[in-house]
């Protein structure tokens, strides 16, 4: 059976425009309904919600029963929560609809406990989408209400800023902000790359900009994150500082059982949001500063001029730390040959030029945030 979803969920590389109105669009479809194991089973490769509650939103009441197809993330729910192995669920998806229907069922019966499930409305006939399978505890913070409120916080802190880019996954959604305002120069760091993609030279066009992602999963995948960035002008290489980053997991209070939609009062709602806020105009005011970035520009140049005399083989013992594909380390050798910087730095220049090649938005944003580590493996290894 097709697992291919009735309703859009992903964009790479959007304006900030196209994500609202895509997040608009989810936020109206929205389904978010506790259920015990009684009200929820498998039919064929779906999920069937049986008598659960009508959820009340801005676009009214609406029904909640009804067939929803899994996402792989709701796949991997589904398998924590009931003990089934991910692989062996994946492959009964693919090839014996009967025994995911029967796997799915019979570990259903023998539980008694709540979860949270998430989906989205079909149009028309077609089925909706079950997005994830979560434990009751869950807080929902939704990507629109995020991306809302950490704009609110970006008009309180005063500072003028792009939007250098969006992503929406299953998993997550990635805001990525600059201020190039905010700018350093970097001569040691860049004085020996060039960019893979143009040939424009680092010695040339040295400077560095501020800049961080606004990160965000409503389906369990990883709390609100506020990372900072710093982005590379002659290529607009980006390197996560993940150490430095803000968080807000999206655990709460158990639902009521009532068996209720899932409702957080506006009390709650709203002071989540006001945190989200005051976080974002936090970080502004941390990362957007040229101090920041003048610190973080020095850690990279001490780190970054080691020499690399067999690139073949610190590029693999990185990969292999990192656990890169082997598509992904053949990649980071070609670029870091164009790149020219036959350094450790080099080696972490390599690592983001290709984040920008990948389609797959998670896979780019996680390879992102290795980069540093492979600058002080590739270091280190020199």
Not at 47 to 68: C, N
Not at 73 to 100: E, F, T
Not at 200 to 227: H, K, M, Q, R, Y
Request: proline share 4%; glycine share 8%; charged share 20%.
């Amino acid at each position: 059976m097709s697992t291919v979803v009735p309703v859009p969920l992903t964009a790479r590389n959007a304006g900030l425009a196209e994500l609202h109105a895509l997040l608009r669009d989810q936020h109206a479809r929205k389904v978010d309904v506790p259920v015990t194991t009684a009200r929820i089973r498998a039919v064929g490769t779906h999920l069937q919600l049986i008598d659960t509650p009508p959820v009340l939103s801005e676009a009214g009441v609406t029904d909640s029963t009804g067939l929803y197809l899994p996402t792989e993330i709701c796949d991997q729910g589904l398998a924590d929560k009931l003990g089934i192995p991910l692989p062996y669920l994946r492959r009964l998806r693919a090839h014996q609809p009967a025994l995911y229907e029967a796997n799915i069922n019979t570990w259903l019966q023998a539980d008694d406990r709540r979860f949270l499930l998430r989906g989205l409305r079909g149009t028309g006939d077609a089925p909706g989408v079950a997005r994830a399978f979560l434990s009751d505890r869950y807080k929902i913070i939704d990507n629109l209400d995020v991306l809302m409120a950490a704009l609110d916080g970006v008009r309180l802190a005063g500072v003028d800023v792009d939007i250098d880019g969006c992503d929406l996954t299953e998993r997550r959604m990635y805001v990525r902000v600059v201020c190039e305002q905010v700018a350093a120069l970097a001569p040691e760091l860049l004085r020996n790359y060039r960019s893979p993609f143009t040939g424009a030279a680092g010695a040339d066009n040295p400077l560095v900009f501020a800049g961080f992602v606004i990160s965000n999963s409503e389906t369990g995948c990883g709390a609100f994150t506020i990372t900072p960035r710093l982005l590379v002008q002659v290529c607009r290489n980006g390197m996560t500082i993940t150490a430095d980053a803000h968080r807000h997991v999206h655990i709460g209070g158990r639902l009521d059982g009532s068996g209720s939609a899932v409702r957080w009062s506006s009390d709650t709602q709203d002071k989540n949001l006001q945190l989200i806020t005051a976080q974002t105009r936090d970080a502004i005011t941390t990362f957007l500063d040229t101090d920041y970035l003048t610190t973080k520009i020095r850690e990279l140049t001490a780190a970054a001029g080691a020499e690399i005399t067999d690139p073949d083989t610190t590029i693999k013992a990185v990969a292999t730390k990192l656990r890169f594909t082997d598509d992904q380390q053949r990649e980071i050798l070609r670029h870091f040959i164009r790149g020219g910087d036959l350094t450790a730095g080099g080696v972490m220049h390599a690592v983001t030029s290709v984040a920008q090649t990948i389609d797959d938005a998670d896979t780019a944003h996680d390879m992102e945030a290795q980069a540093l580590r492979a600058l002080h493996l590739a270091a280190a290894s020199a």
